[in-house]
């Protein structure tokens, strides 16, 4: 089993649809997850952060995070054309430094139709 | 917010010959940086943290001397691939991390190797 599993999609969804994307995880010491955007032959840029268990919002978009079920959602409210992307999860067990290293999913194309 | 830049964007290069690849973070002094590469839909996979003024620390099944990596001061990690072949072909990304802010990577915007 991968550490980190994520549907590679692609999602199309209407504009205006509010979307939903999930990561499962295996590791339990996982604390820190994240969710990038990555657009084409481009460097992923950092979303939403959340440490352990809970809800982010961050204005169309909200992370969640159940450490129980190992289980982390993004939603995007409103969807754009311009949120069109590949989205991916991270998630590290450690604070940064040399021992922060990131486990990434491998990403859900996100495709929003005008 | 943070920028980080690599260079050069794109690169083809002939099987057997060398090419190195610059990170560097523009506003920012980062005392750990990041190599991934990035195959076609497949996710993120880290090679190696270099930190300044030391050895990097390679992940697993990457081979250190093919893949040599110099952090030789906060703004600047250079990645060379040496004796290139076309499997090496694919999309490096190199990321830095601001001091404090352990949770957060700055990614550059990726190198493209081509190996013919």
């Known amino acids: 089993q991968k550490e980190v599993e994520q549907d590679p999609g692609p999602l199309s969804v209407p504009e205006g649809a509010i979307v939903s994307l999930n990561c499962t995880y295996s590791?339990?010491?996982?604390?820190?997850f994240m969710w990038y955007r990555q657009y084409s032959r481009k460097g992923p840029e950092l979303l939403m952060y959340?440490?352990?268990?809970g809800n982010k919002e961050d204005g169309r978009f909200t992370a969640q995070v159940d450490k129980s079920s190992k289980y982390i959602s993004l939603f995007i409210r409103d969807s754009q054309p311009s949120d069109s992307a590949t989205y991916l999860c991270?998630?590290?067990?450690?604070?940064?430094?040399?021992?922060?290293?990131?486990?990434f999913g491998k990403g859900t194309k996100l495709s929003v139709k005008p | 917010g943070a920028v980080v830049s690599q260079h050069p964007s794109w690169v083809i290069c002939k099987s057997g010959t060398s090419v190195k690849i610059e990170c560097r973070s523009l506003?920012?002094?980062?005392?750990?940086m990041f190599w991934y590469r990035q195959f076609p839909k497949q996710s993120l996979m880290l090679m190696a943290t270099?930190?300044?003024?030391?050895?990097?620390?390679?992940e697993q099944g990457v081979e250190k001397d093919k893949f040599l990596i110099n952090h030789a001061s906060l703004t600047l990690s250079t990645l060379t691939v040496t004796s290139a072949h076309p499997e090496d072909s694919s999309f490096y990304i190199c990321?830095?991390?601001?001091?404090?802010?352990?949770?957060?990577?700055?990614f550059g915007p990726g190198t493209r190797l081509t190996v013919t």
């Open positions: 990321s830095a991390e601001p001091p404090g802010q352990g949770y957060e990577q700055y």
């Open positions: 590791n339990s010491a996982f604390q820190y």
């Open positions: 959340t440490y352990s268990s």
């Open positions: 991270a998630m590290s067990s450690n604070y940064g430094g040399s021992q922060g290293n990131l486990i």
């Open positions: 506003d920012f002094q980062a005392t750990t």
């Open positions: 270099s930190n300044e003024g030391s050895k990097a620390t390679y």
